[in-house]
């Protein structure tokens, strides 16, 4: 940084009267005390953007971004990803064409096989993720549907403000967990297979540790439950207390964006490359309606989380862009030089005819 | 005798008579604006009677509907009724002070005298009539007429620093009908005051007294201004003196003359006001679009998906409930802390100039001091500077030079020091020359000279008014009993009356040259009475001085019919030197594009040389003089015509300023103000003579209405209209006392701190106006572009991304704090502004805070909405996109880029600047630390879950680098390529490392500089007419 570190000036040709007489007249004067704050003298460092300031700054950041884009691009990488979309393959040949219909009549049996083909070794743990699209958990209406207090305190089973229009039952009585978010909770379940081998997902500790603890209380239990005309989604057990039904914690972290993954749980074992998994999963939740996709995804993950080269990439491109313009302006400055503080650059130092 | 004349304006107060006691409003004193009750309903009126209040009401009231409410209604109460609470106590705090110093004037005792015996009373408790009696030292409670005093002449002095801030003692007379009353006497004595009702004329008092028997003389008496004792004044050197009080409360002259000053909006608030109304009026589009496509994709999208339960049919206002939404969302566009920042920092503003070490005045022991705290921003973009001159250029210490007495010039140097400038300096001549004035009362003079005493009777004064512009007094010469009448005033006010057959030529003569000298002159003449003209006279003059209507003309007239036939004595001339600085001050004013005028009582003459010798104008040939003049309106108004179409032709090549005085003012005004406002528009300099106070004030409301941004300044009582007139008034506390520094809203001890006052702290503070209010908009815009972006992701459904702490938190403290920094701010140093006073032009065209640079803050608000957003939802996509944290994951991209932005946009660092920005930014991670931390909360363990990511770190890394290279790249080639003349400076200055090192190469530099300087900021006028527009329109 081309900084040079020197004081605020003031003008000494004013002052020097006004020193002389400092001596006398101190001792009974209204003049205001002197600081250099009060002055706007204090010390200040004043840089500008230099050529060789400027051009270092890009270089450097340059310089530093690409090995971090390149890090990030390979952990991303590392990561082994299995996605597949069930919700269209999940429909009967024959209800293609209603899969509404299809979805929600329940004498209809929702088990749905499907076979996934591991591309590449996977180590443990692997994560059980579904991922839901164009499905609003961001929505305004959505979004605001719950009480946080009802759901920490037993006591307060009363408070389902804001959890309409899912607050009572037509009797009156209050629903625990009440609101929307709930009501709608993810009810498609999955089961693994790898030949015979039973792969059994790891439900524990899927939500965060703070949630469990602290906003979901240990003596709240479901009550009221889905009982009403409308089912939404999944039901839950009432004599389980909220703060073991991690599913529902899960769900009720809310995604920010309309396209989202939620934890289902984790699968302890090594996956090899080639291994054939059937998933045998219960195609349960509707999401027909709005033609939103359902895909069942199993990744494992690495530092930086899973398998996004967003960052990767960002870095390489932004790093190559900041190196590229170190050389640019290099060039430039060679091409079109300008000499920096000449007084003859003022326009009132040129003929007026110039301007 | 006969009252003349009737008018309905009138009180009669009887003295000692409690029959119309309370017929008027008794003496308490109330200055206060509120009462305890009607505090909190008439400040909240007040408040809300500003368009920003109003306007963050209705969203505050709208906050308070849930069903629609973004976020929790505290986010904008919160910060409303903090604003709310600051601006209100600052109220009450000085309406309480006001409260506490008026009690305590109200309780103070004073005697009166009741039917012969004193008592003593509280001040609040005296009624009109009542008779008060003072001690020496005393402040005088009411407007009182004086009936007796101590003094066997009937005389007493008080102090009327007060009310017109001059501190000389003024003497104060008994009027002849009580004048031989003893002091019992003046206890019983009844009587009827006849005078006008209140007014707040300080200088005027046309009133009559008639005392009741048992006093014989029961005629009506004249009373003036001069037998009064006026509130607020204190009574000096007199043992005691009684009047009767006839104004009191707040009904006295002090008390009508204080009056709330019409806050003063600067230009740089006016563009501030033009751009939150630009921005209001995005904000509706915007909502109106986004409650449009709200409501499309509900009625198609929203009903299909399941889970928000949609009802078929909703209430009937349904359609407003999205637009409404919006609304509330997009309400933090217009920053709602901006009124509070802003009064901040122009408070700090205001306090540096009080501070400033620079601008105090070490002869008179003055600081600077800014009485308006609020328009230091106009100081640096001032256009014309309309100055007096007497007291203002020059020191108003008059020293007697030269007179001319028949044919003799006689040469003579005195100084001295005096009250009354001119006839001091004459008496202390005239003592020099062995002729002394030795004793002067209320009605003798005498004069020691050549080993014997002269004594005269002085028989009446004839005052001197700005319209006779001449004063004469009738005396008699005790030894011969001759009467004589003795002329003083202004050469064409007097030998326009000498007696005929009288050679004035050589008067002329004298005048012309001791103006050309600069000098001030004045003409003498005297003329022999005979005993029957003067009694005559003394009765219509007498008759004058007691009539009640027109008095003023009446005088003047009889006057004037005395004034005639003179035989003139000579001319003296007096010589008013110039202030220290004065040229140099103008001539780094002009050189910085301000115009300067100076507008003058004095004479042509003399005006002109002033001009000269303080740089206003040069010699031939490089400029012009033009002066307007003529006999007749025609020949005025064609010279008028003739000096518009050669300043037009001309002005570019040439220094040109028109001259003229107050006569043709008046019959321009009156005929042609057009060509003249064309004319004024046109002319960088212009010296108008002979004005009175009103004139100079047209002049500047000329200006004004032309759009220019004016400052005033002067020093005298003349000048106070001017001064309030103009858009910053500026008051030098000088000779003439402290009249005009108080009715100004910055007083300084000398002209030339202007030049500090101006180009240091008027600079600065618009630069730094200029960055506060463009920025408060910028990190406001910021966030809610943000917010509209989350719109297109959810459903425009006007959900927050953002929760309610976080958005308090955001407008209050993250983005407030940081941006304060910029009031230590300099862009290039004060040494480099002053050698280069042309960088004004830069503030004076408004180029900091436009329409342009605004757009300019816009799309960079814009374009790091974007890179926020876009990295955020990017990076943090599929499994991490969890509401608390995305949300969080924007919010610290915005803390980060907004660190940057304020980094960046500094100049120079102190290490306030330094702590306050990055302790800031150490802030914003505790405060979230901290807050997730607590159980209860949203955000509880989110900063936690954040700052353990590697990937978190790694996004605010490429937020920061995407938001602000390109920024940084823009702003280098800018800068390096097609450098503004501050970019420049501030290069000159770095590559000098310190900026004495040139200082010799730039004085070669400066003579070249000056020419050229006027050539180029004549034509910025053109070239800069682009930029002209936005600020007057």
Redesign the interface.
């Known amino acids: 940084m081309?900084s040079?570190g020197?004081a605020?000036?003031?003008?000494n040709g004013?002052?020097a009267?006004?020193a002389a007489?400092a001596g006398a007249?101190r001792r009974n004067?209204?003049?205001?005390k002197?600081s250099k704050f009060?002055?706007?003298e204090?010390?200040?460092?004043?840089?500008?953007?230099?050529?060789k300031w400027?051009v270092s700054?890009?270089f450097i950041?340059g310089v530093i971004?690409v090995p971090?884009g390149v890090v990030?691009l390979l952990a991303a990488r590392d990561v082994v990803e299995i996605i597949d979309r069930y919700d269209e393959a999940c429909v009967p040949g024959n209800m293609t064409q209603n899969k509404l219909a299809y979805i929600q009549n329940e004498t209809i049996s929702k088990v749905c096989k499907r076979n996934l083909t591991v591309t590449k070794h996977m180590k443990q743990p692997i994560?059980v993720?579904y991922?839901l699209d164009n499905?609003?958990?961001?929505?305004?209406?959505?979004?605001k549907s719950r009480n946080?207090a009802q759901l920490r305190d037993a006591s307060k089973a009363n408070q389902t403000s804001?959890c309409e229009?899912?607050k009572t039952t037509a009797n009156g009585q209050p629903i625990v967990p009440c609101g929307?978010i709930a009501?709608?909770l993810f009810n498609d379940t999955y089961n693994f297979t790898r030949g015979n081998e039973n792969l059994p997902v790891d439900k524990k500790d899927i939500s965060?540790k703070?949630d469990r603890e602290?906003?979901f209380g240990k003596d709240v239990y479901p009550s009221n439950f889905q009982n009403g005309a409308l089912k939404?989604?999944a039901t839950l057990d009432p004599k389980i207390p909220l703060s073991e039904q991690e599913d529902l914690i899960v769900w009720m972290?809310?995604?920010?964006?309309?396209?989202?993954?939620?934890?289902y749980g984790r699968i302890y074992f090594d996956l090899k490359e080639n291994d054939t998994i059937t998933v045998s999963l219960n195609n349960n939740y509707?999401t027909y309606?709005?033609?939103g996709k359902k895909k069942l995804v199993l990744s494992t993950a690495t530092?930086?989380?899973?398998k996004?080269d967003?960052?990767g990439f960002?870095?390489l491109v932004?790093g190559g862009?900041?190196i590229f313009?170190a050389f640019v302006?290099t060039l430039l400055y060679f091409i079109?030089p300008?000499k920096?503080?000449?007084?003859n650059?003022?326009?009132?130092?040129r003929?007026?005819a110039s301007? | 005798m006969e009252v003349t004349s009737w008018t309905t304006m009138k009180r009669f107060v009887y003295i000692n008579d409690d029959s119309c006691r309370y017929s008027y409003c008794g003496n308490r004193i109330s200055n206060t604006k509120y009462t305890f009750w009607n505090f909190l309903p008439k400040n909240l009126w007040e408040q809300f009677r500003r368009f920003m209040n109003q306007y963050f009401l209705i969203i505050a009231c709208l906050q308070l509907w849930s069903h629609i409410a973004p976020v929790s209604p505290a986010t904008t109460w919160g910060p409303l009724i903090i604003i709310f609470i600051v601006s209100a106590s600052k109220e009450a705090w000085d309406d309480y002070n006001r409260y506490l110093s008026d009690k305590k004037a109200n309780e103070r005792k004073v005697w009166v005298v009741k039917d012969g015996t004193h008592r003593q009373i509280k001040a609040q408790e005296i009624h009109v009539g009542d008779i008060v009696w003072l001690h020496e030292n005393d402040e005088i409670p009411c407007d009182l007429v004086l009936i007796g005093t101590s003094d066997p002449q009937g005389i007493c002095y008080v102090e009327m620093s007060n009310l017109d801030g001059e501190t000389d003692l003024k003497t104060r007379f008994v009027p002849s009908i009580s004048a031989n009353l003893s002091a019992d006497q003046l206890g019983k004595v009844k009587g009827v005051v006849e005078c006008p009702n209140p007014d707040n004329d300080i200088r005027r008092f046309d009133a009559n007294m008639r005392l009741f028997l048992p006093i014989i003389d029961n005629e009506a008496c004249p009373l003036t201004i001069n037998n009064t004792l006026l509130q607020s004044c204190y009574l000096r050197h007199t043992e005691w003196a009684c009047g009767v009080a006839v104004y009191t409360g707040n009904e006295t002259k002090s008390g009508m003359s204080r009056g709330t000053a019409e806050t003063k909006l600067t230009a740089a608030d006016a563009m501030i006001d033009k751009l939150t109304i630009a921005i209001f009026t995005f904000q509706i589009i915007v909502v109106l679009l986004l409650g449009y496509f709200g409501n499309i994709w509900k009625d198609t999208q929203g009903l299909k998906q399941w889970y928000l339960m949609y009802p078929m049919e909703g209430p009937w206002y349904d359609f407003l409930v999205i637009p409404l939404r919006f609304e509330l969302l997009c309400s933090i566009m217009i920053p709602i802390s901006i009124k509070v920042t802003l009064d901040l920092a122009k408070g700090v503003y205001a306090k540096f100039i009080d501070w400033d070490e620079q601008m105090f005045d070490w002869e008179t022991n003055t600081p600077a001091h800014s009485a308006n705290t609020a328009i230091s921003e106009d100081l640096g973009q001032v256009q014309y500077i309309l100055s007096d001159k007497t007291g203002t250029l020059t020191e108003n210490r008059m020293i007697f030079k030269r007179c001319c007495i028949s044919d003799t010039i006689n040469d003579g140097t005195v100084s001295y020091k005096a009250q009354s400038q001119d006839e001091e300096a004459l008496v202390n001549a005239a003592s020099n020359l062995n002729m002394m004035l030795i004793s002067k009362d209320n009605s003798s003079a005498g004069i020691y000279f050549n080993g014997s005493d002269f004594h005269y009777e002085l028989l009446d004064i004839l005052e001197f008014t700005s319209d006779r512009k001449r004063m004469s007094v009738v005396i008699k010469d005790g030894q011969t009993g001759k009467i004589l009448l003795l002329s003083k005033g202004a050469d064409e006010a007097i030998l326009p009356r000498a007696s005929a057959g009288q050679q004035i030529q050589r008067y002329l003569e004298a005048v012309e040259m001791y103006s050309q000298l600069g000098l001030r002159t004045l003409c003498l003449g005297w003329r022999d009475l005979e005993e029957d003209e003067y009694k005559e006279w003394s009765k219509k003059f007498r008759e004058a001085s007691c009539s009640l209507h027109n008095r003023e003309s009446k005088i003047a007239e009889v006057c004037h019919s005395l004034e005639r036939d003179l035989h003139i004595l000579g001319v003296t001339a007096i010589e008013d030197r110039l202030q220290d600085g004065v040229p140099e001050t103008i001539k780094l004013l002009r050189n910085a594009g301000i115009n300067v005028w100076m507008l003058t009582g004095d004479k042509q003459n003399t005006a002109i040389q002033i001009g000269l010798l303080c740089n206003l104008i040069t010699s031939e040939p490089s400029s012009q003089l033009l002066s307007i003049t003529g006999k007749t309106e025609e020949d005025i108004l064609r010279s008028l015509e003739r000096a518009f179409i050669i300043m037009k032709n001309t002005c570019e090549t040439k220094d040109l300023a028109f001259v003229l005085d107050g006569c043709a003012l008046e019959i321009i005004l009156k005929h042609s103000k057009e060509s003249f406002t064309r004319l004024a528009m046109l002319s960088r300099t212009a010296i108008c003579c002979r004005m009175t106070p009103l004139q100079k004030a047209q002049l500047v409301a000329i200006l004004k209405s032309a759009g220019y941004l004016t400052l005033g300044i002067g020093d005298g009582g003349n000048d106070v209209r001017m001064i309030q007139e103009a858009n910053i008034g500026v008051g030098i506390s000088g000779r003439e006392g402290l009249q005009a520094a108080r009715a100004a809203d910055y007083s300084i001890g000398k002209f030339k701190f202007l030049r500090r006052l101006i180009l240091i702290h008027g600079r600065y503070s618009y630069n730094r106006t200029a960055f506060i209010s463009q920025y408060s908009f910028y990190k406001s815009l910021n966030i809610c572009f943000i917010q509209i972006l989350f719109a297109f992701l959810s459903g425009l459904s006007g959900t927050s991304l953002f929760n309610s702490t976080s958005l308090m938190a955001y407008n209050v403290f993250y983005t407030s704090l940081p941006v304060m920094t910029i009031i230590f701010d300099k862009d290039i140093s004060e040494t480099t502004v002053l050698q280069h006073p042309q960088i004004l032009q830069h503030s004076q065209a408004g180029r900091l805070l436009n329409p342009i640079t605004f757009c300019g803050w816009i799309g960079r608000s814009l374009y790091h909405a974007l890179v926020i957003f876009f990295i955020t939802i990017c990076a943090y996509a599929d499994e991490k996109s969890e509401m608390q944290e995305l949300s969080m994951v924007a919010l610290s991209g915005c803390i980060w880029i907004q660190a940057f932005v304020v980094t960046m946009d500094t100049n120079s660092f102190t290490y306030p600047q330094i702590i306050l920005i990055w302790g800031n930014f150490v802030a914003f991670y505790m405060i979230n630390l901290i807050l997730s931390a607590i159980p209860s909360l949203q955000m509880y363990t989110i900063m936690f879950h954040l700052c353990g990511q590697p990937s978190y770190w790694i996004t605010m890394a490429l937020t920061v680098v995407v938001g602000m290279g390109p920024v940084m790249a823009f702003r280098y080639l800018r800068d390096m390529y097609r450098p503004s003349a501050i970019n420049m400076l501030q290069q000159i200055e770095q590559s000098n490392g310190s900026i004495q090192a040139f200082g010799g190469m730039d004085s070669a530099l400066e003579s070249v500089r000056t020419n050229l300087t006027d050539l180029v900021t004549d034509s910025r006028r053109n070239s800069d007419s682009n930029y002209q527009p936005l600020l007057s329109d």
């Open positions: 081309s040079s020197h605020a000036g003031t003008s004013g002052s009267d006004a007489a007249a004067t209204r003049m205001p002197y009060t002055q706007q204090l010390p200040a460092c004043k840089p500008i953007l230099t050529p400027v700054v890009f950041v971004f971090i990030s994560f993720y991922e499905f609003y958990q961001n929505h305004r209406r959505y979004v946080d804001a229009p899912e929307l009501w709608s965060w703070s602290h906003k939404g989604g972290r809310t995604a920010a964006l309309p396209t989202f993954r939620k934890l509707n309606s709005f033609g530092w930086l989380g899973g996004n967003f960052l960002a870095y932004v862009l900041c313009l302006f079109k300008r920096l503080g000449d007084h650059y003022l326009s009132w130092n003929h007026p301007r």
